[in-house]
Every structure is written in C-alpha cells, then in structure tokens.
C-alpha cells in the first residue's frame, strides 16, 4: 500500500511539474552588451529566421502580434526586451520547431537578434554621417560585422520585416 501510494504521489508531483509554465528567461548584466555577432550564428538565425517567417505568415495571430515590434527592437531597456522576445520564442510551438532545426536555442537567437538591430542601426548612422563613430553600448566589432556582410544581414531582417537605414 505505501509503494502505491508512493508511486501515486510521484505521478502526481511528474504530472504537476510538466504542466508549470518554464522560468522566464535570465540573462546576465553584460551579456546582451558583450555579445559579438559571428558568421556562424548568422546562418544558423538566417535558417531559423526563414523557418520562423514561413510559421508567421501561417498563423493570423503574427498579424496582430508581431514578434519584433518597435517595443522590442527599440526599447530603452534591453534585458526587458530580451526576456519579451525570448519568452515568445519559447512560448510559440511553431517559432520553436524553426530554431530548433536551425540548432539555435531561443537564447541564442535572441541575443543575435539584438545584438544585429543595434549593430544594423549603428552601421547606418555612421555610414549616413549621424554620427561620427558607434554610440557607446554597441560592439564597433559588431558593426564592422554588419559592414562585412551587409547584403545577408539585409536580406534576412527584410525577410523578418525589420526595417533598417539603408
């Protein structure tokens, strides 16, 4: 009777834990600001980017509720930002079947993700003469990334409906 018992309460506890929602995402102090851009995740979040694109445009909800809004790609604060996107990320079945087969973790992606915006923006602004050097808070490695693979990083956040200075 008490290994029933057992083994019921055990049940009950694996049952209990598979239906709590997941922790919301945490990230370090300097971990977004100390992100480099590289080649290898950039075609790894281009694959994840077309797979996640392809499961917008199949969902009406993507037209009411983008996933990057101005919020996201241009909120003063970026840990809040980053916990927003990566919780969508994480939340959505279908925006996590195209990270995964593209092997990047929602994490990941979303540190990439903003990581570019701000490096995109920053590339602009220099190249347009806004500003005469990368603002503080944006890695100049980052845009000198942009810089060197500007054509790709353009088509995929066209792609995402991320629209950037040219």
Sequence with gaps: MTQLALAMSLFAAVASAQTLPPPPPEYGV?????????????????????????AMNADARFERAPLFTSEILLSDDVLTAAIALETRLRSEPALAVALHDA??????????????????????FVKSGVLRSVPPGV???????????????????KELGIDTPP
Excluded: C
């Design 30 to 54: 300097t971990e977004i600001s100390d992100y480099r851009l590289d080649a290898e995740v950039l075609t790894q979040f281009s694959h994840a980017s077309h797979g996640i694109v392809t």
């Design 103 to 124: 092997n990047l973790t929602p994490h990941e992606y979303t540190k990439f993700a903003l990581g570019l915006v701000a490096a995109r923006l920053a590339y602009g």
């Design 139 to 157: 890695h100049a490695d980052n845009v000198m990334f942009v810089d060197a693979n500007l054509a790709g990083i353009q088509a995929v956040l």
